[in-house]
């Protein structure tokens, strides 16, 4: 009887702490970033595919690949971050949306937050809001795929390893766009989020001078404000102390023309020092910067710095821009010739879905049978491009008209046998060098040719001297 007391007493006492015990198990959640990557996927899922994935279209994909499947219910949990599940659900829904369940994507519900706690999202709280400075940040429309460029970059900026980024390409490819993608992304992750255009080009001491200020009013610490010799060290000091993500936009802004890629404007030669200290010293932040081109930082090991460099969209992906313009009348082979001309561009191609609107009522293939004699670039390309042009230096325009005129890649061999003609050989392979770092020369291989938004510019330009020259002259 006394056994039967004791075992009773147990029982309640057990009882008891289950109902009214906060620290009881309550399985795993996603963390922020988990539910930001969730939710991306899903989103590029949705545009790739055209099909809404609902909780139940996601359940019945992991039916597909585990007999034992997961309720909608669930699903429905995870994604709004409800409560805890068990770590295979989780691990499920990410295998079947293309995804890898990794650490810092999901913790104890118990121990992450109380389950009365409204949903985290990346969705800037107000408290977070006084962190971040996008104030010099541009109004970006939605970024067009780029699904693996974002998932890699994400995972790189994360791993503390990276401490400079560079995001590279030709105008209008997305590079500020995915910049700016990732920063929102990942801002969880960083006490502070700081966005600074360099066009038109500020100093350094002035750039500097900015983010300074910004620190020391939102951590209240009493720093001197720097001179032009101690920036840089004021800093780094402040990257050591807090976990900051700083993003340069448009840095080829700092960068000259008339030379070889890469080198610095006169009396801008101190970014290149910054970039070389932000790489090199040890510190717990990260540096994003975008660049048509990529900037020389001299005696940096490699795996401080990542370097992604992006070429136009795949036809899928373009076809995301082109289902943006319904009241436009292509065919589906009209539409890849589009986008085959554009060199997949999303702001070429943009524009020149602005002049069918305007000027082809809307029909892809009168466009198209204006280009057999007419030209793609219009005004606004042809200065864009005409911009870039005139920075390149004297051997590099010089290489630019031979590469325009070959329509397949050339090997360096085959290119060497025409270029030594006129050009000494050291000299034309750093002038191949200068225009790979404009991401003007596109490798296949052992293979190159030149971008073909370059090589339209340059055959538009000289058939329109061609023409002039064959013109008859009027006597004035």
């Known amino acids: 009887m006394i056994a039967t007391s004791v075992k009773n007493a147990w029982s309640r006492s057990v009882m008891a702490k289950t109902l009214h015990s906060p620290q009881r198990y309550r399985g795993f959640v996603l963390t922020t970033a ?24 996601i359940a019945e994909r992991v039916q597909l690949n585990d007999p034992d499947g997961i309720h909608p219910i669930t699903v429905r949990k995870i994604l709004n971050g409800e409560n805890g599940v068990d770590k295979r659900s989780l691990q499920l829904i990410f295998q079947v949306l293309q995804l890898q369940l990794q650490e810092g994507d999901y913790a104890h519900a118990g121990l992450y937050r109380q389950p009365d706690d409204p949903v985290e999202t990346p969705v800037a709280t107000a408290s977070s809001v006084g962190h971040q400075d996008w104030s010099e940040a541009t109004d970006q429309s939605k970024l067009y795929g780029r699904l693996s460029e974002f998932t890699q970059l ?3 900026v994360l791993d503390k390893q990276h401490r400079l980024i560079q995001i590279l390409g030709m105008a209008g490819v997305g590079k500020t766009a995915l910049a700016a993608v990732i920063a929102k992304a990942v801002q969880p992750e960083f006490e502070f989020v700081i966005w600074k255009s360099l066009h038109p080009a500020p100093t350094t001491h002035t750039a500097l001078t900015s983010i300074l200020q910004f620190l020391v009013k939102r951590t209240g610490e009493s720093i001197k404000l720097p001179t032009r010799t101690d920036e840089k060290e004021l800093l780094i000091e402040q990257l050591q102390k807090h976990r900051c993500l700083l993003v340069f936009d448009h840095f080829d802004s700092v960068l000259c023309g008339d030379r070889y890629a890469g080198y610095y404007r006169q009396g801008y030669e101190t970014y290149r020092e910054l970039l070389q200290t932000v790489a090199e010293m040890a510190h717990q932040s990260c540096l994003i910067i975008t660049s048509r081109e990529k900037p020389r930082v001299t005696g940096v090991e490699d795996y401080h710095i990542y370097s992604l460099r992006l070429n136009g969209l795949p036809l899928s992906e373009c076809q995301q821009i082109c289902s943006d313009y319904p009241s436009l009348i292509g065919t589906t082979e009209e539409w890849r010739s589009l986008i085959k001309r554009c060199d997949g561009n999303p702001l070429i191609l943009k524009t020149a879905i ?31 491009l ?3 042009f005139e920075r390149l230096s004297s051997v590099e325009k010089e290489l630019v008209y031979r590469l325009a005129i070959h329509q397949k890649p050339l090997s360096v061999s085959q290119f060497r ?11 034309w392979l750093e002038g191949l060098d200068s225009l790979h770092r404009r991401s003007l020369l596109h490798r296949q291989g052992g293979n190159f040719s030149l971008d073909l938004m ?17 013109a008859p002259q009027r006597n004035v």
């Open 154 to 156: 994400r995972q790189i």
């Open 454 to 470: 370059m090589k339209t510019y340059i055959n538009e330009c000289l058939e329109g001297v061609m023409n002039f020259a064959l």
């Open 386 to 388: 005409s911009q870039q």
């Open 34 to 57: 988990g539910l930001q990557k969730l939710h991306e996927q899903i989103k590029q899922l949705e545009i790739q595919t055209r099909v809404r994935q609902s909780p139940r279209t």
């Open 354 to 384: 602005a002049y069918i609107q305007d000027y082809f009522d809307g029909r892809v293939s009168d466009y198209l049978q204006y280009l057999k004699h007419g030209r793609l670039l219009f005004s606004d390309l042809r200065d864009l």
């Open 417 to 427: 046998e025409e270029i030594m003609l006129s050009t000494p050989q050291p000299f």
